[in-house]
C-alpha cells in the first residue's frame, strides 16, 4: 500500500502542475485581449453635445490619452444651419485635445463632425450638435461653402488620395496572437508531463 502511495505522488504533482499551466494560459489568453483593444474616446467638448451657447470662439475637444499627430488624421469641422462651414483655422492638437477655431454664424444648430487618431493607433470619429443664440449684438460670419484645411474638405466631399494613417494591431488580433502562443506553452508542457517514463528513470522502483 505505501509502494501505490508513493507512485501516486509525481502523478498527483503532475496534475496539480498541469492545471496550473492551463490556467495560467487562459489568464493570459483572456485577460491581455480588452486592455489592448480599448481605443481613445472622447471625454469632454467644448461646446458639448446639446448644448445651447451665446458665442463661441472655438470648439475643443479632450479624450482619455494623448492622441497620436498622424498628418490629416485629426480633424474637427463646425458646420451651420445653413450648411456652411464656421471653422477659421486648421485642427490643433496638444496632447489629448484637439482645438478648431470657430466663428459662428446665423443662430440654429451646429453639427461637429470630429476624427482622431487614437493613442493605439486606430482612427476613431463622432458627430454631435449643439445650438447657438447669439445676442443682438453678436457679429455673424457668412461662413465658407469649405474647410479652410484641404484634408478635412476631401474628407466630408469624398475619396481622398491621401493615406491614412497606418494603425496598430486590432485588440482581437492581439488577444488571439497571446492565446495562441498560451496554447502552444500548454501543449509543450502537457507533453513533457505526461510522457511515458523510461526505465532508467524509476528510481522507485
Excluded: K
Excluded at 78 to 102: F, S, W
Excluded at 105 to 119: D, F, K, L, Q
Excluded at 159 to 185: E, K, Q, R, W, Y
Amino acid at each position: 500500500m505505501r509502494a501505490l502511495t508513493a507512485s501516486a505522488r509525481p502523478a498527483r504533482r503532475r496534475g496539480a502542475m498541469m492545471a496550473l499551466v492551463v490556467a495560467a494560459a487562459v489568464g493570459a489568453a483572456f485577460g491581455g485581449a480588452p486592455a489592448a483593444s480599448a481605443h481613445d474616446s472622447l471625454v469632454a467638448a467644448t461646446p458639448s453635445a446639446d448644448e445651447v451657447v451665446s458665442t463661441a470662439s472655438e470648439v475643443e475637444l479632450t479624450f482619455s490619452a494623448n492622441l497620436l499627430g498622424a498628418d490629416g488624421g485629426n480633424e474637427v469641422i463646425v458646420v451651420g444651419p445653413d450648411g456652411r462651414h464656421y471653422e477659421t483655422d486648421c485642427t490643433a492638437l496638444a496632447g489629448p485635445a484637439l482645438t478648431t477655431p470657430v466663428q459662428l454664424g446665423p443662430e440654429g444648430e451646429y453639427e461637429v463632425t470630429w476624427r482622431a487618431v487614437s493613442s493605439d493607433g486606430h482612427p476613431v470619429s463622432g458627430t454631435y450638435v449643439f445650438s447657438y443664440a447669439p445676442a443682438a449684438d453678436e457679429p455673424a460670419s457668412e461662413g465658407s461653402t469649405e474647410s479652410p484645411c484641404a484634408t478635412v474638405t476631401a474628407q466630408q466631399t469624398g475619396p481622398t488620395d491621401a493615406t491614412p494613417p497606418a494603425a496598430a494591431p486590432s485588440g482581437l488580433v492581439i488577444g488571439l496572437s497571446v492565446g495562441g502562443v498560451a496554447v502552444i506553452v500548454v501543449g509543450v508542457v502537457v507533453a513533457l508531463l505526461v510522457r511515458p517514463r523510461r526505465d532508467g528513470d524509476s528510481g522507485d522502483e
